[in-house]
């Protein structure tokens, strides 16, 4: 019910997620960053639990690859269970387990791995990576490109109705965590466009964090 693509920005050392599925807000159940350490997709008849575990381990010091190989000797039903993984080096690594819903998927290239379930053909994958691959410029604008690619490879063999976008930078917190939860529209444009909205107070938002009185001015109406 899903597709995906976890990924690594080689020039600032960000990590992202992109996501989107048939079933409601897939990002709030399916994606994980950690600044550091890197990114995780955990779909597929969820377990919330994958993402943390898969992270807590790379953050411990195993590549991608390690921290699955622990994930498939430590967790249940992983059968059921499709996991993406991408490391601080680069790194990737995936777990698609046989009971993978319809047609399914995966493909990964160096700080690049994507997968899905439920799809319309076994390309869509391999197509986000190129795409992602291909693309320049900042790390949100190329998820997004990557994900529109596999919506045009055939994504889903149904409709998409939600879709999500995180970001890891340098701190505690995702630096975006763009979301759309339900819409009959395509989730993805609907990222894209907060994406637009969002990209250029990105830095404004994090320096209201960590220092409000060098923050610039907020910009809505009773902001002096």
């Known amino acids: 019910m899903t597709f995906s693509l976890v990924a690594r920005c080689t020039e600032t050392g960000m ?10 807000a897939v990002s709030a159940r399916c994606a994980y960053t ?3 350490v890197g990114a995780v997709a955990s779909q597929n008849v969820t377990d919330p639990r994958l993402g943390p575990l898969v992270l807590n381990h790379m ?7 390690e921290a699955i190989e ?9 059968d059921y269970r499709q996991v993406l993984a991408v490391d601080r080096r680069g ?9 993978a819903l319809g047609i399914w998927a995966e493909a990964k290239a160096e700080n690049v ?25 900042p790390l949100g604008d ?52 907060a994406w637009e909205v969002y990209k250029p107070q990105l830095d404004a938002y994090v320096t209201r964090a960590l220092d409000p009185r060098a923050a610039p001015s907020y910009g809505v109406p009773g902001d002096e």
């Open 15 to 24: 990590f992202g997620i992109a996501i989107s599925s048939s079933s409601p």
């Open 34 to 36: 950690r600044a550091g």
């Open 59 to 65: 953050q411990a010091g195993m590549t991608a690859e």
């Open 70 to 78: 622990a994930m498939r000797k430590e967790a249940r039903h992983l």
């Open 91 to 99: 790194g990737t690594a995936i777990h698609s387990g046989g009971n």
């Open 113 to 137: 791995a994507s997968g899905g379930n439920l799809l319309a053909n076994k390309d869509v994958p391999a197509a986000i990576v190129a795409a992602f691959t291909a693309s320049t410029g």
């Open 142 to 193: 190329r998820l997004i490109a990557a994900m529109r690619a596999g919506l045009a490879a055939g994504g889903e063999a149904g409709p998409v109705h939600s879709a999500g976008m995180q970001l890891a930078d340098k701190y505690a917190w995702p630096v975006a965590d763009l979301r759309c939860d339900w819409t009959e529209d395509c989730p993805i444009e609907s990222i894209a466009e």
